[in-house]
């Protein structure tokens, strides 16, 4: 039995769960676009697939549709692969292992990729469908959007002639999305030198944070699992001598870090030292932290007296200078629209290797000057230490329109079904509405889609009753688009 075979409604949750059984973290896309290609080939229909797995399948309007203007339906097939430190998975290989609690789907210790395979669900299980109105239909999947937006960048928008578009891939439901933040990612190369040292060598785990999305709950104040580390290491020193080993954290940079590792030698004995400041700390960044992060842990182990490579005295201090220093959260709060972050910055990917301390950074500001100057004092840290900086995926940002026939039909179409106004509102998060605006002149654009919480985590949840309506909302608002 499907573990979904319940729930309603039927065809958006039978797609759901054959998309979750296929790998599709971002940079692994070939699978999950190949089906959406035979898919469209087992139905007759038409459709695009270029050389970055970006996948349009056309279907033709309805009986007294035929005429109408093309609609283009829009989410991205790839998703954030993150999982508790517990749980056993690999994400190039496995599918997901779904189930139903508490009438929401969840996939058991990891993310669940409702961000944004129920788009995927939703588009297919409209595809598929025999006996649903609807306009012609310019349904695109896109790919690596949750690693800088690169398959809507590279996409060749030519292929499509709507000029009305509905994304979807918002965690919200009851609220239209018309705008977003630009953002970029930062990559900085720190160069490092390691020196033979031995004595007792520990292990020191921050973990147990709430993490979550770098745009969505970036205003949320939740620990950055990196930050804390730094912050760890830099208040060590005033305990006791230790040198660096080796230094891991974050998968994603648009993920808030829930865990950062570290391996350090101190002198034999001195690791109790460690392990009462690393309780210390835990009892503070608790009280720091509460309403937010009330778990946090430092976890602290003796591994025993060895020997072995740990970073030279000057490369430790320029790896701690740039934790202490490498900027994290909100930096500035719109100044016209009240409660939406206009500026916000995550460290969200930290790797210590041989020859370099590899750190990324999320970007993101809804102003283009604002976002360029954060990124630049990104660029003079690393570049003040010696090392090497650049930027990747940079996206703009979408901005909101004035006159939009879209957004008139759907807020009234809502009002229809519920006697009451959605939200129409602006974002922090990136979509990759801002790149087809971009594109494609006259674009028309409006983002929804159902409650989803912690996505981007591996508490990741979806709503089954709100995709239910949803998915009511979409085929009325569909109905409604005739002309």
Known sequence: MAALENCEPKKVFYYFEEISRIPRGSGNTRQISDYLVEF?????????????NNVVIYKPGTRGYEDAPAVILQGHMDMVCEKRGDVVHDFTR??????VKDGYVTANGTTLGGDDGIAVAYGLALLDSTDLPHPPLEVLFT??????????????????????????DSEAEGSLWVSCAGGLTAHSHLPVRYVPVQGEKISVRVCNLAGGHSGGEIHKGRANALKLMGRFLYGLKKQTEYEIADLLGGNKDNAIPRECFAQIYVEPGDGEKVKAFAGHMTEKLREEYMGSDEEITILVESLGESQGEALHPVS???????????????????????????????????????????????????VCAARDALAEQ??????????????????????????????????????????EKPQVAA???????????EKIKGLDCVS??????????????????SVQRVWDYLLRVLEKLRD
């Open 316 to 366: 430790r201090e320029k790896v701690l200078f740039y934790l202490q220093n490498v900027p994290y959260g909100v930096q500035k709060m719109s100044g016209t629209i009240p409660g939406l972050v206009e500026t916000s910055t995550n460290p969200g990917i930290l790797k210590l290797g041989e020859k370099e301390l590899f750190v990324v950074s999320c970007v993101r500001s809804s």
């Open 143 to 168: 790919v690596d959007e949750e690693i800088g937006l690169l398959g809507a960048a590279g996409f060749d928008c030519s292929v499509l002639k709507g000029r009305r578009l509905i994304n979807l």
């Open 40 to 52: 469209a080939q087992n139905h007759g229909l038409k459709y695009v697939q270029d050389s970055l």
């Open 448 to 465: 929804l889609g159902p409650d989803m919480k912690d996505i981007h985590t591996s508490e990741e949840l979806l709503d089954i009753a």
């Open 378 to 419: 990104i660029e003079y840290l690393t570049e003040f230490l010696g090392g090497e900086y650049e930027t990747k995926g940079a996206y703009p940002a979408w901005e909101y329109r004035k006159d939009s026939p879209l957004r008139d039909c759907m807020v009234a179409a809502y009002q229809e079904m519920y006697g």
């Open 94 to 99: 496995d599918g997901l292992h779904l189930s």
């Open 427 to 437: 974002i922090h998060a990136g979509l990759e509405c801002g790149l087809f605006y």
